[in-house]
């Protein structure tokens, strides 16, 4: 597969996808190493607030994915959009 022939759009999702997992480790790493006498409510408030913001990133992704499912394949060569691309 050539790389002109990937969709500018499944770049934009697979880079969000690991910045999604990147964030998920980044999260797990920071809250592993705090040990339980660091564990104040100001700590579990901001690891909560960064954990909902995470969440809601990844909700966004799934949403923007299952809409694009809705409306079916993107097809470039039918579309008349592919005059750059070559086979």
Do not use: C, W
């Amino acid at each position: 597969m050539e790389l002109a022939s990937v969709h500018p759009i499944d770049t934009l999702l697979v880079h969000q996808l690991e910045t999604i997992l990147h964030r998920e480790k980044d999260l797990r790493l920071k809250y592993s190493s705090i040990g339980t006498g660091a564990s104040t409510a100001e700590t579990r408030h901001a690891f909560s607030n960064e954990l909902s913001a995470l969440k809601d990133r990844a909700d966004r992704l799934y949403r923007l994915i299952d809409a694009m499912e809705y409306y079916g394949p993107f097809d470039v060569q039918a579309d008349g959009l592919n005059s750059t691309a070559t086979a």
